[in-house]
């Protein structure tokens, strides 16, 4: 499976593509991050663990800029994402792409069109070429058949494949993944993380996770980071985090979920 006109990404090499310096957010008295520093270079896959409330999907919402920090910085691609002018945030938005716990396609719309909408209204992509883009992704996520179906005909695991389609329809330079599979049955969540795999395996996209899978957080991470009440805790490559975890604390949560 190969990502379609991948060639006309930007080349990754290795420089740092997201990077948060000393980011603190509060929800009323809850200090949910306390001086971030995060940093993912281009290519990577880098996954976030730890327990519930530990800050880790704030961090994706602050990317997706759907919340703001109280204080510090973020930076996407060399260029500021917080703070900075609105013009330049709907800009650098356009770098990131985000893959959510519901699906929340357009319920009105066919898979295709789905896919299709954003690069046409945001990107002002040709109709035609936008169209044939659509088809390449739902190809990649294995739903070359299912063009014309609308959500609802469309089983949760097929409505989140086209969900990975649309976010990757956008050319992305990372995407990000919010425990894409919880709201899925159990035996539809393997077939979305064999596209995920294969995306990881076949395209240069960054990517970065938030995923209770840790068996796929082992296949497709470059880096684990162990969150525990905003900080990172300790990080490495999973072989290091789910084998010899160095804190008392990444082996409790370890045991919990495996
Ligand atoms: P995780 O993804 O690790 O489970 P979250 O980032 O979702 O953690 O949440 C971290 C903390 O922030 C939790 O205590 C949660 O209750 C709180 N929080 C998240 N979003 C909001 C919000 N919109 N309003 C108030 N508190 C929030």
Known sequence: MKEPDSHSNPPVDGSELIRLDQ?????????????LDFSVNSGKHVTLIGPSGSGKTTILRLLMTLTKPDEGTITVDGEKLFPAPEKQVREVRKKIGMVF???????????????????????????????????????????????DARPS???????QRVAIARALAMRPRVLL?????????????????????????????TMLCVT????????????????????????????????????DRTREFLSAVL
């Not at 035609?128 to 739903?143: I, P, S, Y």
């Open 212 to 247: 209770h899978e840790m068996n796929f957080a082992r296949d497709i991470s470059d880096q684990v980071l162990m969150f525990d009440s905003g900080k990172v805790i300790e990080s490495g490559p999973p072989e290091k985090i789910f084998s010899e975890p160095e804190q």
């Open 101 to 147: 716990q519901q699906f929340n396609l357009f319920p009105n719309m066919t898979a295709l069109r789905n896919i299709m909408e954003a690069p046409v209204t945001v990107l002002g992509m040709p109709k035609d070429e936008a169209e044939q883009r659509a088809r390449d992704l739902l190809d990649l996520v294995g739903l070359a058949d299912k063009c």
């Open 177 to 205: 993944l919010d425990e894409v599979t919880s709201a899925l049955d159990p035996e539809l969540v393997a077939g979305v993380l064999d596209v995920l795999r294969d995306i990881a395996r076949t395209t240069d996209i």
């Open 153 to 159: 005909q469309l089983s949760g695991g097929q409505q």
């Open 23 to 35: 980011v603190t957010k509060r929800f009323g008295q809850n200090t949910v991050l306390d001086r």
